[in-house]
């Protein structure tokens, strides 16, 4: 399919393309360091897609950034997506092992078609081509996982999991004429179980751990680099605390041109986001354990639930304000003190 016949929204933006629409969804949420990455650059993205693809792009133009705009969709929000030719990748970044990411990317491609198809297509005769989805994990979390794994969405079927059969009366037989040995021959039942799973979506999960998925890597210099300083800030975090281990790694890897520019156009940014992400576990456990005191203390399940979403609406409001202004480390001391935190929420108005 050319890039041409790509089913997009009416509309055109200054580049002569077609807008796509964006999903109606909530706009407040924190990023990560590789979203900052690689959120504003054709260039790394490109770099990224040709390593994964094997193909090898030169013309930033070619590709078309349709990641989630500063949205999140069931509270998450996807980090990196974008057509190019006739496919359309999706692209996670994972610290933590997910066995759920089939299902995570399944919302996230249904919103993504939503927003190039325009919806009164749907229901007519002709068929609406499609972009051809990919999906790619990228893990780098401290627990041991194979160098690559694909995931799928049928894993988590409950007859799957259970080694139950779909039961459908087996007496019932498609309508109309059936030609015997075809894929449509037999039962209902037959077809049906013979064609499972009639829904699925494969995940393929990287490792870009040290020494796994070195060649990938290789022709990925952005991603390297990238763990060339997740790989420092692990290192010194058990010397030093947080804070202080994340400006080193920030410093060094500027002095030794590893993500040179990129780390000093966005240095306070990457410090605040880099703390909250290493420290993430402890801050939220903070925040639950503060909330189920608020819930005991009222006394009321209506009670709990407010305490908890407001609690947790305010802090991260205030994480927000404490990037904007370059103010990393008070994010995780605004968690362990109390005092300091109330006195945040009033001075920021929270």
Same mark, same amino acid.
């Given at each position: 399919?050319?890039?041409?016949?790509?089913?997009?929204?009416?509309?055109?933006?200054?580049?002569?393309?077609?807008?796509? #629409?964006?999903?109606?969804?909530?706009?407040?949420?924190?990023?990560?360091?590789?979203?900052?990455?690689?959120?504003?650059?054709?260039?790394?993205?490109?770099?990224?897609?040709?390593?994964?693809?094997?193909?090898?792009?030169?013309?930033?133009?070619?590709?078309?950034?349709?990641?989630?705009?500063?949205?999140?969709?069931?509270?998450?929000?996807?980090?990196?997506?974008?057509?190019?030719?006739?496919?359309?990748?999706?692209?996670?970044?994972?610290?933590?092992?997910?066995?759920?990411?089939?299902?995570?990317?399944?919302?996230?491609?249904? #919103?993504?078609?939503?927003?190039?198809?325009?919806?009164?297509?749907?229901?007519?005769?002709?068929?609406?081509?499609?972009?051809?989805?990919?999906?790619?994990?990228?893990?780098?979390?401290?627990?041991?996982?194979?160098?690559?794994?694909?995931?799928?969405?049928?894993?988590?079927?409950?007859?799957?999991?259970?080694?139950?059969?779909?039961?459908?009366?087996?007496?019932?037989?498609?309508?109309?004429?059936?030609?015997?040995?075809?894929?449509?021959?037999?039962?209902?039942?037959?077809?049906?179980?013979?064609?499972?799973?009639?829904?699925?979506?494969?995940?393929?999960?990287?490792?870009?751990?040290?020494?796994?998925?070195?060649?990938?890597?290789?022709?990925?210099?952005?991603?390297?680099?990238?763990?060339?300083?997740?790989?420092?800030?692990?290192?010194?975090?058990?010397?030093?605390?947080?804070?202080?281990?994340?400006?080193?790694?920030?410093?060094?890897?500027?002095?030794?041109?590893?993500?040179?520019?990129?780390?000093?156009?966005?240095?306070?940014?990457?410090?605040?986001?880099?703390?909250?992400?290493?420290?993430? #576990? #402890?801050?939220?456990?903070?925040?639950?354990?503060?909330?189920?005191?608020?819930?005991?203390?009222?006394?009321?399940?209506?009670?709990?639930?407010?305490?908890?979403?407001?609690?947790?609406?305010?802090?991260?409001?205030?994480?927000?304000?404490?990037?904007?202004?370059?103010?990393?480390?008070?994010?995780?001391?605004?968690?362990?003190?109390?005092?300091?935190?109330?006195?945040?929420?009033?001075?920021?108005?929270?």
């Amino acid at each position: 399919m050319k890039k041409s016949d790509m089913p997009v929204n009416k509309g055109q933006d200054t580049a002569g393309k077609k807008e796509r #629409k964006q999903p109606l969804v909530v706009d407040e949420y924190k990023d990560t360091v590789f979203r900052i990455l690689y959120r504003d650059d054709k260039g790394r993205q490109l770099e990224l897609y040709n390593s994964v693809s094997g193909k090898n792009y030169t013309n930033a133009d070619d590709l078309q950034v349709v990641t989630l705009k500063h949205a999140i969709y069931m509270g998450m929000k996807n980090d990196l997506a974008f057509l190019i030719s006739d496919e359309l990748h999706l692209y996670e970044h994972q610290s933590t092992i997910n066995p759920n990411m089939p299902l995570r990317l399944l919302h996230y491609i249904s #919103k993504e078609y939503e927003g190039l198809v325009e919806s009164h297509r749907l229901y007519g005769r002709t068929p609406i081509e499609l972009p051809e989805p990919y999906f790619v994990v990228f893990y780098n979390g401290t627990d041991q996982f194979p160098e690559r794994k694909i995931l799928r969405l049928s894993e988590l079927f409950r007859a799957e999991r259970e080694g139950r059969i779909v039961s459908m009366d087996p007496e019932e037989t498609v309508g109309g004429e059936v030609e015997a040995g075809s894929e449509n021959s037999g039962t209902v039942n037959e077809i049906l179980n013979r064609e499972r799973p009639l829904l699925e979506l494969k995940v393929l999960v990287l490792n870009i751990n040290p020494g796994k998925n070195d060649t990938f890597l290789g022709q990925c210099s952005t991603l390297r680099e990238y763990m060339e300083y997740v790989a420092r800030v692990r290192k010194y975090r058990g010397d030093m605390e947080l804070g202080e281990a994340v400006s080193r790694a920030v410093d060094e890897c500027i002095e030794e041109g590893i993500l040179e520019d990129f780390l000093r156009k966005n240095k306070a940014e990457v410090v605040a986001m880099s703390i909250f992400e290493y420290d993430e #576990k #402890k801050v939220m456990d903070y925040i639950r354990m503060e909330e189920r005191e608020e819930g005991r203390k009222e006394g009321r399940r209506e009670g709990r639930k407010e305490g908890r979403g407001e609690e947790a609406r305010k802090y991260n409001r205030l994480i927000i304000c404490l990037n904007n202004e370059g103010k990393g480390e008070m994010i995780v001391e605004a968690a362990r003190d109390d005092e300091l935190r109330e006195k945040l929420f009033e001075e920021y108005g929270l």
